[in-house]
């Protein structure tokens, strides 16, 4: 596929879930929905945990690092595709078996088209697409989050934890 | 100096932000990206701070270097601040403090909520955290220069 297309589908994706939740985001993160089967025992956990940090790394942490740093003048065309290689691979795949189905497809596309990419000016085209497209998903999966399980794992006081370890020998009990 | 307001529109609430001494560049190239929309979330980890995750600056690109802004750790940060994280090209992350912070993370200071308005960021900034532990209510956050 040609670049040009493919950074303008991620840029008609990018000002559509501006105003709409992702799909990818609701149907793991709201409905609990896992088509991929992972999820190991059938817990949800593990995606949420694993699928949300493998799309902060995408986007918002390689991404963004691969764009700064090719940015500057001493970085080849060359080092911007070799690094992008090295380090998207691994979290596109984690953010794909967590149910991320379309940001995956997104950034497999991109780096099936920065195979034949010359430029570091047309890489950083498509390359600052998908930061912004992970940069988008990070910020809906932050809302969509139960943050709320929280509650149950309050961080104890200094005090707490002394009185834990006071009342430690009553477990054994 | 340059200002602008957040506002949220279904909180029916916003604040004024002023531009402060340092990194007047980096607050040139935010305003000159509004008016902007985004998703409006909350800090998790260090402490009461408002973030938007995604603030698309799609007329500007943020091309500065790092070695061109000053830093500040948001720990160390006045209530009111607001600083930006990891912008560039077209991306940028926003957090604004509305409360105390732990975070002794670097940010990119570009502007202060006024005074005034303290009181009203410290009310965005609960309804935001119910917003993310609790009744998950979509809130948008937008960004608009004024003169």
Known sequence: MDWKTVK????????RILKTPPEDVLRVFKYEIL???GGTGGLMLGPWFEGATASRYVGPYYVY???????????????????TFQL?????GTAKLCGMATYAELAQKVLDCMKDL??????LKLLNALY???SNMNAWIHHYMKWGIGQAFRIPTREELVDMGTRNVESFV | MKKFKMRWPALKMEVMCDGISENQEALDILVDNMPVKAIQGHEM???WMLRARAVHLQKVPFELEAAQMKNEKMKDAPIGRVSLLFPQGGTTELLVKYDACVDDRDYIPVAQVAEKDLEVLKKVGRLQWQSAT?????????????E
């Open chain 1, 118 to 123: 010359d430029t570091k000016e047309d890489m």
């Open chain 2, 134 to 146: 609790r009744t998950k209510e979509i809130y948008h956050v937008e960004f608009m220069e004024v």
């Open chain 1, 88 to 92: 998207l691979p691994k979290a596109v």
């Open chain 1, 35 to 37: 088509e991929t089967e």
């Open chain 2, 45 to 47: 980890v260090g402490g």
């Open chain 1, 65 to 83: 690092n691969i764009v700064k740093l090719a940015g500057l003048p001493g970085y080849t065309a060359q080092q911007v595709k070799e690094m």
């Open chain 1, 132 to 134: 912004l497209y992970g």
């Open chain 1, 8 to 15: 303008k589908t991620i840029d008609e994706e990018n000002a």
